[in-house]
C-alpha cells in the first residue's frame, strides 16, 4: 500500500473488516501536507464503488490530519481516532457507511481533544460510547489521556474531567485500545 506517486504518499495503518467483508483501510495520504485516507475494498479485491469517490476518501480536516486507529460501530458507522493542525491535537471523526463524514456527529463530523497530541487507539463500548486512548507531549496534563464519548460525539462529562482522564507518568505512550 505505500507508495510514492505524483509526490504523494499514502500510509494505511488500521484495518477492519465489514460484516459483508467488505475491507476498510484508514491512514494518512500526502506530503508535506497530510489528510486522513479511507478506502473500502470488496471481498473480490476491487475498490468499492459506492464509498467515497471510487473507493476512497481523502478528508484534511485542517489539513495535517492522520488517522491511526479505526472501529466500526453497531449501526456500521466509522469511527476514527487521529489527530489534525494547526494545533496539534487528537480528534475523533465519523462517517456514514457511503464515506460521508456524519455532520451529526461532535461538531461537524469531528470531535476535538486539544488536551491530547494524538488518538492512538478507539473502542466502541456495548452501550455506544467512544473510548479512545491518546497521547499527549504534555508531562504535567499526563502522558496518556483516555477519552470518553456519547454516542452522538460528545464528551461523556462522567468520565475523568470533562470527558478525558489523564494518566500523569512521562515515560508512558499508549500504542493501541
Given at each position: 500500500?505505500?507508495?510514492?506517486?505524483?509526490?504523494?504518499l499514502?500510509?494505511?495503518?488500521?484495518?477492519?473488516?465489514?460484516?459483508?467483508?467488505?475491507l476498510?483501510?484508514?491512514?494518512?495520504?500526502?506530503?508535506?501536507?497530510?489528510?486522513?485516507?479511507?478506502?473500502?475494498?470488496?471481498?473480490?479485491?476491487?475498490?468499492?464503488?459506492?464509498?467515497?469517490?471510487?473507493?476512497?476518501?481523502?478528508?484534511?480536516?485542517?489539513?495535517?490530519?492522520?488517522?491511526?486507529?479505526?472501529?466500526?460501530?453497531?449501526?456500521?458507522?466509522?469511527v476514527?481516532?487521529?489527530?489534525?493542525?494547526?494545533?496539534?491535537?487528537?480528534?475523533?471523526?465519523?462517517?456514514?457507511?457511503?464515506?460521508?463524514?456524519?455532520?451529526?456527529?461532535?461538531?461537524?463530523?469531528?470531535?476535538?481533544l486539544?488536551?491530547?497530541?494524538?488518538?492512538?487507539?478507539?473502542?466502541?463500548?456495548?452501550?455506544?460510547?467512544?473510548?479512545?486512548?491518546?497521547?499527549?507531549?504534555?508531562?504535567?496534563?499526563?502522558?496518556?489521556?483516555?477519552?470518553?464519548?456519547?454516542?452522538?460525539?460528545?464528551?461523556?462529562?462522567?468520565?475523568?474531567?470533562?470527558?478525558?482522564?489523564?494518566?500523569?507518568?512521562?515515560?508512558?505512550?499508549?500504542?493501541?485500545?
Amino acid at each position: 500500500f505505500q507508495r510514492m506517486k505524483r509526490g504523494l504518499l499514502d500510509l494505511p495503518v488500521a484495518m477492519l473488516e465489514q460484516p459483508d467483508h467488505k475491507l476498510i483501510f484508514a491512514g494518512s495520504i500526502g506530503y508535506p501536507i497530510w489528510n486522513i485516507l479511507l478506502v473500502r475494498i470488496n471481498p473480490d479485491g476491487s475498490k468499492d464503488d459506492n464509498f467515497g469517490e471510487n473507493g476512497m476518501i481523502i478528508d484534511p480536516i485542517h489539513g495535517n490530519s492522520n488517522a491511526y486507529a479505526m472501529a466500526l460501530q453497531a449501526d456500521g458507522k466509522i469511527v476514527i481516532a487521529g489527530d489534525t493542525g494547526p494545533d496539534n491535537q487528537a480528534i475523533v471523526v465519523r462517517y456514514k457507511t457511503d464515506g460521508t463524514r456524519d455532520t451529526y456527529f461532535g461538531e461537524q463530523g469531528v470531535q476535538y481533544l486539544p488536551e491530547a497530541n494524538e488518538g492512538i487507539g478507539i473502542a466502541i463500548e456495548p452501550d455506544g460510547k467512544i473510548l479512545t486512548a491518546n497521547w499527549t507531549s504534555n508531562a504535567i496534563l499526563g502522558n496518556v489521556a483516555l477519552a470518553q464519548l456519547m454516542p452522538d460525539g460528545q464528551r461523556d462529562i462522567s468520565f475523568g474531567t470533562n470527558g478525558v482522564f489523564r494518566m500523569i507518568d512521562p515515560g508512558m505512550r499508549p500504542r493501541a485500545l
